[in-house]
């Protein structure tokens, strides 16, 4: 059984730091594409991050670019999203997703086969 399970959230104050995880069982997720996305109440899901199966090509949503990193842990067939400068519009319920490789890092949901069940972040001001 495939399992991806998200940890780290947490409240911050704004300009603080997280850092998220991905861990998957039942699949090798250095074999996967793996992104991020996020949804905050009453808003769409938005794509966060994604990175290619090799790691070589990262992609990031432009209201995080420069403040979050993905990368990837497989020793421990982890994804993980390092998260710094946060600002209240962060707010969200993250959620990691794997999919099969491909020559890019894909931003649509659509293209991801497996889903956590999110971890909360809030930042307050």
């Known amino acids: 059984q495939v399992q991806l399970v998200e940890s780290g959230g947490g409240t911050v104050q704004a300009g603080g730091s997280l850092r998220l995880s991905c861990a998957g069982s039942g699949l090798t997720l250095r074999s996967y594409t793996v992104g991020w996305f996020r949804q905050a109440p009453g808003k769409e899901r938005e794509f966060v991050a994604a990175i290619t199966w090799n790691g070589i090509i990262t992609d990031y949503g432009d209201s995080v670019k420069g403040r979050f990193t993905i990368s990837r842990d497989n020793a421990k067939n982890t994804a993980l999203l390092q998260m710094n400068s946060l600002k209240p519009e962060d707010t969200a319920v993250y959620s990691c997703?794997?999919?099969?490789?491909?020559?890019?890092?894909?931003?649509?949901?659509?293209?991801?086969?497996?889903w956590g069940q999110g971890t909360r972040v809030t930042v307050s001001s």
């Open positions: 997703a794997a999919g099969p490789p491909t020559y890019g890092a894909d931003r649509r949901p659509n293209s991801y086969d497996y």
